[in-house]
């Protein structure tokens, strides 16, 4: 069973400035079904990146999604105020969804 | 623009079975694979198993025993029972779909969610 860590667990940083957040997998993961989801309190997670690097449709271009293997990234090249969520990665493989534990980022 | 609407009771009693309903709208059916999950502050997102339009399933080995998952074409709905529910099964239910045609093993519509607590 593969397991997704993420980190940090909370990250604090101000509007406009760059995050970058992490998610390492068990073990290198046979295909690239490794996904990003952002969630505002109060609402379901939304699809930002699939594929580790393809942007899902209506995802804004300061959204990218890198790595391969069991390290992959996810940067927000400036951060907006509705970017203040939690981030989850989530990997599809031998007919099972797994989500990481999130990473919340945080006003500073 | 799909959309997803879960719908069910809010609370449940120990031992007994869990219900929920997920109402589409916006598109085929037959075009997702349609997939129930949940979520709690101690165990974060749990995916718990889908349904295709032909009735086929798959589900989370760690809840297989207790789950199904149905769905009616014919009311573009598809369902959820898990049974012998415990404190553990507390938590907010989402329904998703994941395109069929396309197929990235992501969740790409997400309906709001429905609280479920489990108590007696």
């Known amino acids: 069973e593969i397991v997704l860590t993420q980190s940090p667990v909370t990250l604090s940083l101000s509007p406009g400035e760059r995050a970058t957040l992490s998610c390492r997998a068990s073990e290198s993961l046979p295909s690239n079904y490794l996904a990003w989801y952002r969630q505002k309190p109060g609402h379901p997670p939304r699809l930002l990146i699939y594929?580790?690097?393809a942007r899902a449709t209506g995802s804004p271009d300061r959204f990218s999604g890198d790595g391969s293997g069991a390290d992959f990234t996810l940067t927000i090249s400036r951060l907006e105020p509705e970017d203040f969520a939690v981030y989850y990665c989530q990997y599809y493989g031998s007919s099972v969804f797994t989500f990481g534990p999130g990473t919340t980022v945080e006003i500073k | 623009q799909v959309q997803l609407q879960e719908s069910g009771p809010g609370l449940v009693k120990p031992s007994e079975i869990l219900s929920l309903t997920c109402t589409v709208s916006?598109?085929?059916?037959?075009?997702?694979?349609w997939s129930w999950i949940r979520q709690t502050p101690g165990k974060g997102l749990e995916w718990i198993g889908y349904v295709d339009y032909r009735g086929s399933t798959t589900y989370n080995p760690s809840l297989e025993s207790r789950v199904t998952i149905s769905i009616d074409t014919s009311k573009n709905q598809f369902s959820l029972n898990l049974r012998s529910v415990g404190a553990a099964d507390t938590a907010k239910y989402y329904c998703?779909?994941?395109?069929?045609?396309?197929?990235?093993?992501?969740?790409?519509?997400w309906g709001q969610g429905t609280l479920v607590a489990v108590s007696s």
């Open positions: 916006g598109t085929s059916i037959k075009s997702h694979y």
């Open positions: 998703a779909s994941s395109f069929m045609s396309s197929w990235h093993g992501t969740f790409d519509f």
């Open positions: 594929g580790a690097s």
